[in-house]
Each structure stands twice: as structure tokens, then as C-alpha cells.
């Protein structure tokens, strides 16, 4: 049984405080170091080392932080008691989001009930997700649309696992009946101890919008802190993943031209670790800038917006919803040749581990930013909408940028649209932490 914290009770935790006049009625640690732990070793770590104030736990000793893995979620979260103050990575049942089959299952439901409710065109806000099945649930509804688009060409997918594992694409039944009779079973065979691994397939986006003749993806962070009601934040900067080999239809078997996962491009033979596989979305918004100008970029920045919010709210009633959890997700979205966005995947433990100096730096000021909303220091009046590379893009509603990005007079509301802009948030931080000298900013 899932234990709820009570909201109310406030812990008697030396050096812990509920803290007065601000609108949060926020717990704040007052008197002493802020304690973390985490179970992973890479940039998070260096990020936490480096924190003024903060210090490592003892072992599994008591903690106010806790980048923690889903592993850990769930073992223990069910179990464990968290104290008011207490502030944890990932919400119980992370999962509903991240899992491919999932993800799309509650996203159609959201789609079919606004269809209901508000009617077709409203629906079409929900149009950013290739078509995509269940196996071996939805098997025979998968044919079906299988034989309406002859020619097509779709991916597999385990749905559970990442980095590229276990896909592949093809274009012919035939390739799939193979697979189902060689490496997967369906549940139905009653010879298979355990069930078979889930799949997602879906539908292969095949002409991708192209930099240089290569396909590419776009991983954007999303900061969520709360889901009733929904609070997120969107990191301004992020990356462009190109694959190594330019992008031909000619050979689907190679995942050197059709995945852009860098674990996948780096065991490319021709891989130059020097020179990488990304570019900085603030690289591409100035290379989509000069190409297609200011109109085409908006609209592609205001697409993954909606992208964002819609995947956020096809979840809001289902994920348990506790105030000590937060989530950072990696966003995967491709764009196609005609610059429309499509989510491929959400991923609640994006990778952390840097590819090179400037990966580093990217990740190393993300995961600061993402410690700087939190504000276990209690630095900031709970009222902002911008914290470091972060943009407040909902709070229980969109938040209108008060500027364009780009230099335009803001004439329609909209969500931001700051993805991919300059983040200059050393700048910012320094702004914002003027009035409280006496911290330093990370
Ligand atoms: N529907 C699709 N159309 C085009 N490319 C896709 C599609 N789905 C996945 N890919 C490519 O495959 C890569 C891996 O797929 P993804 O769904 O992100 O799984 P993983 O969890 O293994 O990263 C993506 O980064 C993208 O390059
Ligand atoms: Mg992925």
C-alpha cells in the first residue's frame, strides 16, 4: 500500500523549520549542512559535491536530498516515510510516462476525451505521436493499419528498454512473423514460463528533416514538480543527436543511419569522440533561424510546447502526486522534412554521463538549475519565472513569456518558446540572487 505522507505534520528534526510568509509555506532546513544522496556516480555527483552548504550522507543515513534510481523507488518508496522537508527523484509510478506503451496509451485516452469533449479539431493537438500499437496486445489492430499503408516502414520497440536496445525496422509482415516465431512468443503460448517482453511498434518516421544529409533527434529537459496542479519548467538548452552515416532508406537494418541514440553512434567505426554527435539546441534555433526564418522556428519551438504540456496532462490523474517528488525527463522529439516535431519518447532518467567538455558543461549547469528550483536553501520567493536556463512554462495554466525570444512583439498569449534560446543564466542567477549576497550561487 502506497503510504502518504500527512501534509501537516511538521517533523522535529533539528534544524528543520516550517518556514513563515512566503506563499509556499515551504519546509526549510535552517541550521545546518543539507545532507544528499544519490545512487549515481556521474555528473549529478560532481554537481552535488560542489554545492555550498550541501553535504554527502552517511551510507543510507538520513537525507534531505535524493537523486535516486527507479530501483530504489520501488523497493522502498512504498515503506519509507518521508519527512516534510525531504525532497526525492521521481514520482511512484514514473512509469506511466516513460514507458512507451504507456506513454502512448495515455495519451490516445486524453486525445479520444478532448475529441469527446471539445471535438475533432481540438483533438488534433494531439496529432504528434506516430501512429503506434501494443504487442502482442494489440496485434490484430497493428495488421489492420498495416494494410492500409502499403509501403510504409515501422519500428519495434522493446517497450521498457532504452539506448536503442533490442529495435529494429521493417517494412514487410513477414520480417515480424519471423520475429514472433523465433525470439518472441506471444502470451497466449503456454510452453513460455514467463510472459514475453512488451513491444511497441509504431509508425518510422521516414523523412527526416535532415542537417548535412544526417538525421537527427532533439533531447529537451523538462523539470516537473508538482501534478495537481501541474507545475513544469522547461531548460532552455538541450541537444541535437545526429546520427554518424548519412540517412538513407536504402539499408533499414542499419541503426548507424536510422537511431541517433549516442550510445548506439559511438560504436560507429568512423566515430570521432573529438568531434562528437551534438549539437547545442541553441546551435540548431541559429542554423533553423537563418534557414527558415523567425515564423517557422516559432512555430516549431511552439509545437514542442504543446508537445510537453499535452504528454504532462495525459498523466495529471493518474501519477501519485506527492510534494517531496520531482522528475527531470528527457524529452525525444524528431522533426520532419515538413520541420513538424514528433515525440518519439520521454525518458525519466535521461543520461547524465558527459560525451565531452561541453556535454559536461550543459549537464553540470542543467542539474544545478534543476537544484536552484528546488531551493532547499529557500533563496527565492516561490513567484518566479525563470530560474537559471529554466522557464516556467506551466503553472496550472500556460505562463506567457513577458518577451520574445527572438525579438518580436508577443501579440498572441502563448506558452514560452525559449527552448534553443541563448542561456545565459550565470547572468541570471546572478540577477536573481542579488538581494541574498550572502549565498553563492552555483
Ligand atoms: N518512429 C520513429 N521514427 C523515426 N525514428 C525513430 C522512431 N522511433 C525511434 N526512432 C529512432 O530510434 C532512436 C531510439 O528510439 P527510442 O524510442 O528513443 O528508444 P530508446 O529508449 O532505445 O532510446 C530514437 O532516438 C530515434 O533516432
Ligand atoms: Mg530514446
Known amino acids: 500500500m502506497f503510504a502518504k505522507p500527512q ?30 544522496r544519490t545512487s549515481l556516480q556521474n555528473t549529478i555527483l560532481d554537481v552535488l559535491r560542489a554545492r555550498p552548504g550541501w553535504q554527502e550522507a552517511d551510507g543510507d543515513g ?113 520480417d515480424i512473423t519471423n520475429w514472433r516465431k523465433g525470439d518472441y512468443q506471444p502470451v497466449s503460448d503456454q510452453t513460455q514460463k514467463e510472459a514475453p517482453e512488451l513491444y511497441v511498434v509504431q509508425r518510422y518516421i521516414a523523412d527526416p528533416y535532415l542537417v548535412g544529409g544526417r538525421k537527427f533527434d532533439l533531447r529537451v529537459y523538462v523539470l516537473v514538480l508538482s501534478y495537481n496542479p501541474i507545475k513544469a519548467w522547461l531548460y532552455r538548452e538541450g541537444f541535437a543527436r545526429f546520427s554518424n552515416t548519412r540517412f538513407s532508406l536504402d539499408s533499414i537494418d542499419d541503426t548507424y543511419v536510422h537511431l541517433t541514440n549516442v550510445a548506439v553512434q559511438k560504436t560507429a567505426p568512423d566515430y570521432d569522440p573529438e568531434k562528437g554527435c551534438k549539437w547545442s539546441l541553441h546551435r540548431l534555433r541559429q542554423f533553423l533561424l537563418a534557414k527558415h ?3 517557422a522556428v516559432q512555430q516549431i519551438f511552439k509545437e514542442i510546447d504543446n508537445i510537453i504540456v499535452k504528454s504532462l496532462q495525459s498523466v495529471q490523474k493518474i501519477i501519485i502526486n ?75 495554466g500556460p505562463v506567457l513569456p513577458d518577451d520574445s525570444p527572438d525579438g518580436q512583439v508577443i501579440t498572441i498569449p502563448t506558452t514560452t518558446t525559449y527552448l534553443g534560446c541563448h542561456n545565459d543564466r550565470r547572468k541570471q542567477l546572478r540577477e536573481l540572487y542579488r538581494n541574498n549576497p550572502t549565498k553563492s550561487q552555483s
Not at 501537516?8 to 506563499?23: A, E, H, R
Not at 549537464?363 to 527565492?380: Q, Y
Request: charged share 30%.
Open 62 to 174: 538520513e537525507w534531505d536530498f535524493f537523486w535516486c534510481d527507479r530501483e530504489w523507488i520501488h523497493q522502498n518508496y512504498d515503506t519509507t516515510f518521508l519527512q516534510e522537508h525531504q525532497k526525492i527523484l521521481h514520482f511512484r509510478n514514473y512509469y506511466e510516462l516513460t514507458r512507451k506503451n504507456l506513454m502512448v496509451k495515455n495519451l490516445k485516452r486524453l486525445k479520444r476525451q478532448t475529441e469527446k469533449e471539445f471535438g475533432k479539431l481540438e483533438a488534433q493537438s494531439f496529432d504528434f505521436y506516430p501512429s503506434t500499437f501494443e504487442l502482442p496486445l494489440e496485434y490484430h489492430i497493428f495488421v489492420e493499419e498495416f494494410k492500409k499503408n502499403p509501403g510504409a516502414i515501422w519500428i519495434m520497440k522493446p517497450a521498457a528498454k532504452s539506448q536503442g536496445h533490442g529495435i529494429f525496422l521493417f517494412r514487410k509482415l513477414k
Open 322 to 396: 506527492d510534494k517531496h517528488c520531482f522528475e527531470m525527463y528527457g524529452f525525444d522529439v524528431i522533426l520532419d522534412s515538413k520541420l513538424k516535431p514528433w515525440l518519439i519518447e520521454i525518458n525519466a532518467s535521461p543520461s547524465l554521463t558527459a560525451s565531452g567538455k561541453e556535454d559536461y558543461q550543459l549537464k553540470h549547469g542543467l542539474l544545478n538549475d534543476v537544484l536552484n528550483v528546488l531551493d532547499l536553501e529557500n533563496r527565492l520567493s516561490g513567484q518566479e519565472r525563470r530560474i537559471g536556463g529554466f522557464d516556467l512554462l506551466w503553472d496550472d
Open 7 to 36: 501534509s501537516n505534520v511538521v517533523s522535529k528534526v533539528p534544524g528543520y523549520m516550517q518556514s513563515k510568509g512566503t506563499q509556499r509555506q515551504k519546509a526549510i532546513i535552517c541550521d545546518r549542512e543539507i545532507r544528499f
Open 293 to 295: 526564418g523567425i515564423e
